[in-house]
């Protein structure tokens, strides 16, 4: 099994940032991918932005592309979300994903981002 837990969200004026945090802990050693993604009121949940485990490579919602920027430290099993120039659209709560090599896919708990003045 693995667990996800996300930290970091909170309330945010526009045109600021925040650092989102996803610590894995488990069967971390299953986990080829993670990534973010968030659900606004009324809305489906969308995919922010991903990254391969192994090597780095990453993926970006268009809506965040050149604001977001996704990483990870693979010795503390932890992915992260820097989050620049933030919008009220942007608020959501963010939820962290982590994909294994076999069975279904993990969800933490979510985290609050709230973009207002």
């Known amino acids: 099994q693995v667990q996800l837990v996300e930290s970091g969200g909170g309330l945010v004026q526009p045109g600021g940032s925040l650092s989102l945090t996803c610590a894995a802990s488990?069967?971390?050693?299953?986990?080829?991918?993670m990534g973010w993604y968030r659900q606004a009121p009324g809305k489906q949940r969308e995919l922010v932005a991903e990254i391969i485990i192994s090597g780095g490579s990453t993926n970006y919602a268009d809506s965040v592309k050149g604001r977001f920027t996704i990483s990870r430290d693979n010795a503390k099993s932890t992915v992260y979300l820097q989050m620049n120039s933030l919008k009220p659209e942007d608020t959501a709560v963010y939820y962290c994903?982590?994909?294994?090599?076999?069975?279904?896919?993990?969800w933490g708990q979510g985290t609050q981002v709230t973009v207002s003045s």
């Open positions: 488990g069967s971390i050693f299953s986990i080829s991918s």
């Open positions: 994903k982590a994909i294994v090599r076999v069975g279904y896919p993990y």
